[in-house]
């Protein structure tokens, strides 16, 4: 799949904290971006995404306690046996009723979970028609946020891939990338898609980002989709289609409705 296709739960979001906001955010000890990213109110399969995770740092030692960090990863996982990296503009999303048996997604679910911020998420709407020879109405996109401005923590796992033709220890030889675990809407949300990420919840931080935890029920219990009420949706132009248009433009509420 090329980026600028569109596709299905979370196929785009909306990222525009600075690593000052994050740091201050999610309580992070180690900043390891070496270079910022801009702003970015269209998030598309694999552009670069700031990521919350727990790891040593390269400096500490097996008795140093984990440093949480933030880092930059490449959005749709590469699982660590995949031959060609390109699988990973597929693997986006992780479905949480999967995700701890499905081949690509287990190892990382069990010992390499990440927080993905987010100031909110697109998604796609598709109007039914009138009859079985209707013809089908372009999908209205919806951009769903939180009601008081806050920042989402999606829940993520990442993983690590190898590029063989590199030396391991050249830059470049390693590859990081991640996906965002996804659930059932809440009825809110439902009428506009049938799925919705999931998020974890300040108090939980901690918990999910901690590689020494491995129970997946125990895991599960963690995420929760957005309480009712707390996330609003209003229909934004259909600019934000083309993953090339980039700006807070692309937010602006437009006059639509779902019926």
Not at 56 to 79: A, F, I, M, S, Y
Not at 93 to 106: G, I, L, Q, S, Y
Not at 223 to 228: Q, T
Request: charged share 25%.
């Amino acid at each position: 799949m090329r980026r600028g296709t569109l596709t299905g739960v979370c196929g785009r979001y909306a990222a525009s904290r600075s690593p000052d906001d994050l740091v201050e955010e999610f309580e992070v000890d180690e900043v390891a971006v070496t270079a910022p990213l801009e702003p970015d109110f269209n998030v598309a399969p694999t552009k670069p995404v700031y990521a919350v995770l727990t790891r040593r740092g390269r400096d500490q030692t097996e008795h140093d306690p984990p440093l949480r960090q933030l880092r930059v990863l490449q959005w749709g996982l590469v699982p660590s046996w995949a031959k060609d990296p390109s699988i990973g503009s597929r693997l986006i999303n992780a479905r949480t009723e999967t995700v701890a048996d499905k081949p690509a997604f287990r190892k990382a679910f069990a010992r390499r979970r990440c927080l993905l911020p987010a100031d909110g998420y697109y998604e796609w709407y598709a109007a039914r028609g009138d009859g079985a020879g209707a013809r089908k109405a372009p999908k209205q996109p919806f951009y769903i946020h939180p009601k008081d401005a806050g920042v989402l923590a999606m829940a993520g796992i990442y993983e690590f891939w190898r590029d063989r033709s590199v030396d391991p220890d050249a830059s470049g030889g390693w590859l990081w990338t991640c996906a965002v675990l996804t659930t059932v809407a809440e009825d809110s949300l439902g009428r506009i898609h049938d799925r919705m990420p999931l998020f974890v919840e300040p108090d939980r931080y901690g918990h999910w980002l901690d590689p020494g935890r491995d129970d997946p029920v125990d895991l599960l219990s963690l995420l929760v989709p957005a309480a009712p009420g707390r996330l609003d949706a209003y229909p934004v132009r259909t600019l934000v289609n083309n993953y090339r248009n980039n700006g807070p433009e692309l937010l602006v509420p437009m006059t639509a409705a779902v019926e």
